[in-house]
């Protein structure tokens, strides 16, 4: 399997203060010119996915505001043809019946290339706007997938029979409660969308987060190769990504000079990501290695100004990786879950023995 390839394009890059080197007005942070030409260029670069950050709270740094990551996800999924999209959703808080609803519509825009990046939202400051604290945000966050998972398959594949001789649009007996009750909601279902093209959209997550056996792919980071090695072993679920952060050199500057010049005004926080500065030369042998020595499936790159490191890697990375077979484009008409070579589940409810 090539190596699959994912960039974070939230915002104006990784850095807290990428937003000083941005080539584009302030305004054009929110509008929607802004998210399609960064997907554009990811796409025609031969990436797979891109990932959209999100939280309750805006984030860290000079940054004030963005626009929901769903929101842009479904904006994305209607302006590309091959690229997968998949956004950051928060299970602090949020309900997961509406993740669900959100999620699978994403998934039936694009013809399945969506995917779930699953988040908490620990900052105080969140439960301060929310009104209430989270005991424990993992055990909310292993629930609310379990339940999104669960409303996916609440619409057997074929409950819409559209019979127009009975006038019955719905076969009922294919629609399917799911009787959730956790420590703070409780969820009947069935879902208002029918299920997603996918079966079930492919749901990313850090390692530990939640069970293994609800995550499809783990992001894994760490200080260098072995680390990163000893993470992804540690895991079993089908597929881990490699975490990565770049600072790469320009035309007009290195990217240690780049990270310096950002970091007068703020530190780069460390994430516990790999993190790479210097040549797209050294970024393809580190990517070389990883497939190699760590044996992760793919990676997900964090640029530290999108506006300045996604051209390096769109003209110079992406297609040296292509070029020597490490890794390869996403095939018109397939699915994130072709891509990454998962099989289509099936539903639970159609199985025999499965939930009455």
């Known amino acids: 399997m090539s190596l699959v390839l994912a960039v974070e394009i939230d915002g104006d890059g990784a850095h807290p203060e990428a937003w000083r080197r941005a080539a584009h007005p302030p305004a054009a942070l929110l509008g929607p010119r802004r998210v399609r030409h960064v997907a554009e260029i990811a796409e025609r670069a031969g990436?797979?996915?891109?990932?959209?950050d999100d939280d309750l709270l805006p984030?860290?740094?000079?940054?004030?505001?963005?626009?929901?990551?769903?929101?842009?996800?479904?904006?994305?999924?209607?302006?590309?043809?091959?690229?997968?999209?998949?956004?950051?959703?928060?299970?602090?808080?949020?309900?997961?019946?509406?993740?669900?609803?959100?999620?699978?519509?994403?998934?039936?825009?694009?013809?399945?290339?969506a995917g779930w990046v699953v988040a908490t939202s620990p900052r105080p400051g969140a439960a301060e706007a929310w009104?209430?604290?989270?005991?424990?945000?993992?055990?909310?966050?292993?629930?609310?997938?379990?339940?999104?998972?669960?409303?996916?398959?609440?619409?057997?594949?074929?409950?819409?029979?559209?019979?127009?001789?009975?006038?019955?649009?719905?076969?009922?007996?294919?629609?399917?409660?799911?009787?959730?009750?956790?420590?703070?909601?409780?969820?009947?279902?069935?879902?208002?969308?029918?299920?997603?093209?996918?079966?079930?959209?492919?749901?990313?997550?850090?390692?530990?987060?939640?069970?293994?056996?609800?995550?499809?792919?783990?992001?894994?980071?760490?200080?260098?190769?072995?680390?990163?090695?000893?993470?992804?072993?540690?895991?079993?679920?089908?597929?881990?990504?490699?975490?990565?952060?770049?600072a790469l050199d320009t035309s007009a500057a290195d990217g240690a000079d780049r990270v310096a010049a950002l970091d007068r005004h703020a530190p780069w926080p460390v994430a516990g990501r790999l993190r790479y500065t210097g040549g797209p030369g050294g970024l393809v042998a580190l990517l070389r290695d990883l497939d190699a020595q760590a044996g992760v499936d793919g990676v997900r790159l964090h640029p530290l100004v999108l506006d300045e490191d996604l051209a390096v890697l769109s003209q110079y990375v992406v297609p040296a990786l292509i070029k020597s077979r490490l890794a390869a484009r996403p095939l018109p008409g397939a699915s994130l879950r072709q891509t990454l070579g998962l099989p289509r589940p099936q539903n639970r409810f159609a199985l025999p023995g499965g939930p009455a």
């Open 131 to 246: 009104g209430r604290p989270v005991a424990d945000p993992r055990q909310e966050a292993a629930d609310a997938v379990r339940v999104v998972r669960a409303l996916w398959d609440s619409w057997e594949d074929d409950a819409v029979v559209r019979d127009v001789a009975t006038g019955r649009y719905l076969d009922r007996d294919r629609l399917h409660y799911v009787d959730f009750t956790g420590a703070t909601y409780t969820v009947t279902g069935p879902a208002i969308v029918p299920r997603p093209p996918q079966g079930q959209l492919v749901v990313l997550a850090p390692p530990g987060l939640v069970p293994d056996e609800e995550v499809d792919v783990t992001l894994v980071g760490g200080a260098d190769v072995a680390a990163v090695r000893q993470a992804a072993a540690a895991t079993t679920t089908p597929r881990t990504f490699a975490e990565i952060e770049v």
């Open 47 to 52: 990436f797979t996915l891109v990932t959209l």
């Open 59 to 113: 984030p860290d740094g000079g940054i004030a505001g963005r626009i929901g990551a769903v929101e842009r996800a479904a904006f994305i999924a209607a302006s590309t043809s091959v690229l997968s999209v998949a956004p950051v959703v928060s299970t602090t808080y949020t309900e997961p019946f509406h993740v669900s609803s959100q999620l699978a519509s994403v998934d039936h825009i694009s013809a399945g290339r």
